[in-house]
C-alpha cells in the first residue's frame, strides 16, 4: 500500500471507486488497486504426457513444478511462459492455447499456465534451478505433496479433466 503517488510524491488521498474508498493521487489521478505479481507457466504436452522440472533450491528444493516464472515489465505472459520454459527445459515451445489461471484471495499472485508443444530442442534442466527434467504420462504423475505449488496442482488436476480451469474451488490451495 502507498502513501504517496509512486509517478510524483504526492501525499494520497482517499476517493471512492468502484464502490470502496482507495487511496488517489489529488495531483495526476493515480488510484491504488490491488497489483499482483504475475507467473506464467507452460504443460509441455507430447503423447499424452507432460514435462515437470525438479526443483534443487528454496523452500520446494526437491518438488515438481511446471516449467515458468515471474513475467518482466516488457515482456508478455505469453513472451514469459516460453522464455522461461526454454531456460528451464531447454525446449522452444509453442504456445497452443490458455490452459488454466490460478489465484487466491489475499496472496498478490495470478499463475497463468498455457497449453504449449516442443517446437525444438533437446530436454536438460537449468542446472541453478532444477535437478532433473523429466515426461510424465497423464496417469503417473508425482503425488500432489510432491507438486511445487498449489497453482502446479490445479493446472495438472485442469490438464489430467479433474476439475475445472478458472475457478480454484479446492479449500486450501
Ligand atoms: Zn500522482
Same mark, same amino acid.
Given at each position: 500500500?502507498y502513501a504517496y503517488c509512486p509517478y510524483d510524491g504526492t501525499a494520497l488521498g482517499?476517493?471512492?471507486?468502484? $464502490?470502496?474508498?482507495?487511496?488517489?493521487? &489529488?495531483?495526476?489521478?493515480?488510484?491504488?488497486?490491488? /497489483?499482483?505479481?504475475? $507467473?506464467?507457466?507452460?504443460?509441455?504436452?507430447?503423447?499424452?504426457?507432460?514435462?515437470?522440472?525438479?526443483?534443487?533450491? %528454496? *523452500?520446494? =528444493?526437491?518438488?515438481?513444478?511446471? &516449467? %515458468?516464472?515471474?513475467?518482466?515489465?516488457?515482456?508478455?505472459v505469453e513472451q514469459a511462459a516460453r522464455r522461461e520454459t526454454t531456460e528451464e527445459?531447454?525446449?522452444?515451445?509453442?504456445? =497452443?492455447?490458455?490452459?488454466?489461471?490460478?489465484?487466491?484471495? $489475499?496472496?498478490?499472485?495470478?499463475?497463468?499456465?498455457?497449453?504449449? /508443444?516442443?517446437?525444438? %530442442?533437446?530436454?536438460? *534442466?537449468?542446472?541453478?534451478?532444477?535437478?532433473?527434467?523429466?515426461?510424465? $504420462?497423464?496417469?503417473?504423475? &508425482?503425488?500432489?505433496?510432491?507438486?511445487?505449488?498449489?497453482?502446479?496442482?490445479?493446472?495438472?488436476?485442469?490438464?489430467q479433466g479433474r476439475t475445472a480451469p478458472v475457478r480454484n474451488p479446492f479449500r486450501?490451495?
Open positions: 500500500m482517499s476517493r471512492e471507486i468502484d $464502490g470502496r474508498l482507495r487511496p488517489t493521487c &489529488p495531483r495526476c489521478g493515480f488510484a491504488y488497486f490491488k /497489483r499482483v505479481q504475475i $507467473g506464467a507457466n507452460c504443460v509441455i504436452e507430447r503423447d499424452g504426457q507432460v514435462v515437470l522440472v525438479r526443483l534443487n533450491y %528454496g *523452500p520446494r =528444493d526437491g518438488c515438481w513444478a511446471l &516449467p %515458468g516464472g515471474l513475467v518482466e515489465p516488457e515482456e508478455t527445459t531447454g525446449y522452444e515451445v509453442a504456445l =497452443d492455447s490458455l490452459l488454466s489461471t490460478w489465484t487466491r484471495p $489475499g496472496l498478490e499472485t495470478l499463475i497463468v499456465t498455457f497449453r504449449a /508443444r516442443v517446437l525444438r %530442442g533437446e530436454l536438460r *534442466p537449468a542446472p541453478l534451478e532444477a535437478s532433473e527434467a523429466r515426461w510424465f $504420462g497423464r496417469d503417473e504423475l &508425482p503425488p500432489e505433496w510432491e507438486l511445487a505449488w498449489p497453482s502446479t496442482v490445479h493446472a495438472l488436476r485442469v490438464w486450501g490451495l
